[in-house]
């Protein structure tokens, strides 16, 4: 590796290489030293993503319906069960049931709540990613350009993760809509401000031959915090409700301190910068953009994060209000993190074969497209059979697309870096892709809800999308 030399191995069988530019990181080769850094590595993306999944996945859905049915249903309104006036609208849909005069008013009640509610979801959910999109590669920039004893990063994942818990601890107290929009804004684009320097360490830290190991790891720990915190959050929500909300925040503080003590880079006090200049700040998140293997894969994750955002941003509402028979609130809360456990055997045998399977035969395209297509294949399922078992297996097929996919896109990522000194940067540009998907998914989600009075259209735009996704790896040249 150029600018590098090794060193004699450390103590407790440590070999690593100490980089010749001033105050960037060590890469481990092997030993103690590397094996901290990956455990933390992988509990703080474990800890992180269980925010995703409990949420943006149970939490927020639930305080959304939560606040619109006391918009909606006021009165003698107010103890309405949702799910027989649901299971009465699919009776009459299916011609099996003739509304009275009164049903009939509270089902056009119905039918004003549920695109309320996706529509008042999706904007909480996508003004979110948009100011996340625009702190990410910022943060990336000077990510790289931090002078601290305890590394570039390290501030920034502290900052992330305990002003993050906070702001997660205050939605629990969020009265109307407007309050929980800006709120949980602001806790998503703080959190951010950390997962995105966590990531760019495996480029600081890991050798070539070894990234996509880690990238594995933090695609499992993606998978599986983002499960555990669904898992626990809808298994708890029953009986603690939103005060989930402090349980995630505590779990969030505690692995970013421990990563910082446990998982230590070296000081970057001496690190070389050149004077800060605002034109070329901004001109600077072109510059991966303007390289056309880069500019390819950040299409193509744009349009896959999209499609499965797609299909994924409204999986509460689609329990109670899609399948047949409809299901109660409580259980739909219940049953949607064991969606996700449903694919987790399959997602982790994905996640750590995918990621080995790669490095060892040094491509990376192939597993893209593969995932991508089985993706799109999987979002048919739900629309040929529209039950519970129908999800099931659709999660299924999803959770092994999914796994191959996590751990080969960051290594694609990195090995198509036009500049591995700005690694911060042009991450942060590659973050950028997955929070436009993210961004676009509930508006579209949501319009479909709205404009259709349905869900079926949700299924078939996420397929579309993903398979978009396959197509734009192929124009990629030079890589494997």
């Known amino acids: 590796m150029s600018g590098e030399t090794a060193t004699e191995p450390r103590p407790k069988g440590d070999v690593v290489l100490e980089p010749a530019e001033p105050g960037t990181s060590s890469i481990y080769i092997r030993g103690v030293k590397s094996r901290a850094y990956l455990t933390w590595f992988t509990i703080l993306t474990i800890a992180i993503t269980s925010v995703w999944g409990a949420v943006t996945g149970i939490l927020l859905p639930n305080h959304v319906q939560i606040l619109e049915m006391g918009n909606w249903f006021t009165g003698a309104d107010a103890s309405i069960d949702l799910q027989q006036l649901t299971i009465l609208q699919q009776s009459i849909d299916a011609g099996n049931a003739t509304a009275t005069a009164e049903q009939a008013r509270q089902l056009e009640l119905l039918t004003g709540f549920n695109a309320a509610r996706a529509q008042s979801l999706a904007i909480i959910s996508t003004i979110g990613v948009i100011l996340t999109m625009l702190v990410q590669p910022i943060v990336g920039v000077f990510a790289d350009r931090t002078r601290s004893k305890w590394g570039r990063r390290a501030p920034w994942i502290l900052f992330g993760t305990v002003v993050g818990s906070l702001l997660l601890v205050l939605m629990r107290f969020a009265p109307s809509i407007a309050v929980l929009a800006i709120v949980f804004m602001l806790a998503q684009a703080v959190l951010n401000t950390a997962s995105g320097p966590l990531a760019t360490t495996v480029a600081d830290r890991m050798p070539e031959n070894r990234r996509g190991v880690a990238s594995a790891l933090g695609g499992f720990g993606n998978f599986f915090g983002g499960l555990l915190g669904g898992l626990l959050a809808g298994a708890f929500f029953a009986t603690i409700g939103l005060d989930f909300y402090f349980i995630v925040a505590a779990f969030v503080t505690f692995s970013g301190v421990m990563f910082l003590i446990f998982a230590r880079d070296r000081s970057s006090k001496d690190l070389e910068v050149t004077p800060f200049n605002w034109k070329q700040f901004f001109i600077g998140f072109t510059i991966a953009l303007r390289d056309r293997n880069y500019r390819w894969v950040w299409v193509a994750r744009i349009l896959l994060t999209f499609g499965y955002t797609v299909s994924t941003a409204l999986s509460l509402y689609m329990l109670q209000s899609y399948v047949h028979p409809a299901l109660s609130q409580t259980e739909a809360t219940a049953l949607a993190p064991l969606l996700l456990l449903a694919g987790v055997p399959v997602t982790i045998l994905a996640v750590l074969i995918a990621g080995k399977l790669s490095d060892k035969l040094g491509k990376r395209r192939i597993f893209v497209i593969v995932a991508s297509v089985l993706m799109a294949l999987s979002m048919l399922i739900p629309i040929a059979m529209p039950t519970v078992p129908g999800l099931f297996i659709q999660a299924i097929v999803g959770g ?54 349905g869900y079926v259209g949700i299924w078939v735009a996420a397929g579309v999308l993903v398979l978009l996704g396959a197509v734009a790896i192929f124009p990629l040249k030079g890589v494997k």
């Open 400 to 453: 092994i697309a999914f796994g191959i996919y996590l751990p080969v896109d960051q290594a694609l990522f990195i090995d198509v870096l036009p500049d591995k000194r700005a690694a911060g940067r042009d991450l942060g540009v590659a973050g950028l892709g997955s929070n436009l998907g993210q961004a676009l998914g509930p508006i579209l989600a949501s319009t479909v809800v709205a404009v259709t009075g």
